[in-house]
């Protein structure tokens, strides 16, 4: 008796739960808004503030989205500039070996090597060609020259302002001029 009682309650819910089932019309829609989303504009007016636009403005004092502290462009008149005139603002006593040496070892030693002789990884498994010692004769590198190359990239060299900073880019600048003093030396 039991198990005839347990048999029906299973085949009546089985048979409920597939008769509720029709795939001819939507199920139920029991919080619409997540289904379908009211659409916004950006920039629409809206009375959510006073003035219709409060919210849309940018903050007093920050940058707008494109513009670069570094005025100097990216051409080959630029980089010439850059050579010529550039200089580093970090003095002496704020250039900090132990700063500019990791950030030199995660972003340039791959391709220009631990010691600025051309040798990194990439270049010694023939995957870049063509890197230069930082002591070649023909390569009258300044502190211009190598801010505006990690700023901008150059030939096969990206740009890595993204990833550091103005003061930590002036760190590796400053790492660089010493590896090609220590290059220079030999």
Request: charged share 25%.
């Amino acid at each position: 008796m039991k198990s005839t009682l347990k048999i029906t309650v299973v085949l009546i819910m089985l048979i409920s739960i597939v008769s509720c089932n029709k795939k001819t019309r939507r199920n139920y829609q029991y919080m619409p808004n997540m289904y379908e989303s009211v659409g916004y504009e950006a920039y629409q007016e809206s009375d959510a503030f006073a003035n219709g636009v409060e919210a849309q403005l940018p903050v007093e004092g920050t940058l707008p989205r494109g513009y670069s502290l570094y005025e100097i462009e990216d051409t080959n008149e630029g980089y010439e500039e850059a050579k010529a005139t550039l200089k580093n603002p970090l003095d002496s006593t704020q250039v900090d070996y132990e700063k500019g040496g990791p950030l030199y070892g995660i972003y340039c030693a791959i391709c220009h090597g631990n010691k600025g002789a051309g040798q990194g990884h990439l270049v010694k498994t023939e995957k870049i060609l063509g890197v230069p010692s930082y002591a070649d004769e023909g390569r009258a590198i300044t502190e211009g020259s190598i801010y505006h190359v990690i700023y901008y990239g150059k030939n096969s060299m990206g740009s890595y302002a993204n990833f550091m900073s103005e003061e930590e880019r002036w760190q590796v600048v400053a790492y660089v001029e010493k590896l090609k003093a220590d290059l220079e030396k030999k």
